[in-house]
Every structure is written in structure tokens, then in C-alpha cells.
């Protein structure tokens, strides 16, 4: 028998579809700033340092197509939009805590405005 759960995935904690591909997508930009993803997705990425924060450059697109969607597009813009407590977490666990809790609670925000722009 299948064990039917009443519970609704705000109760759970749960992140929707969308939010889990943009926290996956944030771990990996953020692995890929700190070192600790493979090279390949590492050199994606080009740095802007303004003041004290540091910056992705998302790279230019002429035309809209599926490049936009890539992660070397996405992946910077993404990073770029998310706290500076988020982006500066000691621990990729500390920043895998951060990244849904923020995820989670600005559900109505993130989703009218940072999704549209990196999706």
C-alpha cells in the first residue's frame, strides 16, 4: 500500500521544482567560486570585485536562445542577486542552510522576480 501524506510541502520544508533547480544551481556556482567544483565549471566563471563584494560577470548575449539557460549564463546571475551573508558562508553545508532557507522564504519575491530573470 502507498502511504498517502497530507502534509503540504511548506509544512515539509520542501523547496517547489523551480527553487530546487535554482539551489542547485547556486551550490554549484558556489563551489565553483570557492574551489571545490571540478575545473571545467570553475572557468565559467570571470570575476568583478566591486568594493568589498565580489561579482560574477554574466556573459552577453545577443540574441535570446537556449545559451541564456546555460549555466555559465544563469549560474553567475543567480549568485550575483543572492546576500552577501549568503555567498560568504564558511561551509558549503552552512551554505546549503542559508541558500534554502532563503529560497524558502521569499517564495512570492523570488519567484516574480529572480526567476524570470534567470530562467
Not at 502511504?3 to 520542501?14: A, C, N, P, R, Y
Not at 570571470?46 to 537556449?66: A, D, E, N, Q
Not at 543567480?78 to 552552512?94: F, R
Not at 542552510?97 to 519567484?111: M, V
Amino acid at each position: 500500500k502507498a502511504v498517502v501524506s497530507t502534509q503540504s510541502t511548506g509544512e515539509l520544508h520542501w523547496l517547489s521544482i523551480k527553487k530546487r533547480i535554482l539551489f542547485k544551481i547556486g551550490l554549484l556556482a558556489y563551489k565553483s567560486v570557492n574551489g571545490l567544483a571540478p575545473m571545467y565549471l570553475q572557468e565559467l566563471f570571470t570575476y568583478s570585485h566591486h568594493g568589498h563584494s565580489l561579482k560574477l560577470i554574466v556573459p552577453y548575449r545577443s540574441s535570446k536562445g537556449f545559451g541564456d539557460r546555460s549555466f555559465g549564463v544563469v549560474g553567475p546571475r543567480l549568485y550575483n542577486t543572492l546576500p552577501d551573508s549568503i555567498k560568504t558562508s564558511d561551509t558549503v553545508d552552512q551554505f546549503k542552510k542559508s541558500l534554502k532557507t532563503y529560497l524558502f522564504n521569499y517564495l512570492y519575491i523570488f519567484d516574480l522576480i529572480i526567476l524570470h530573470k534567470c530562467l
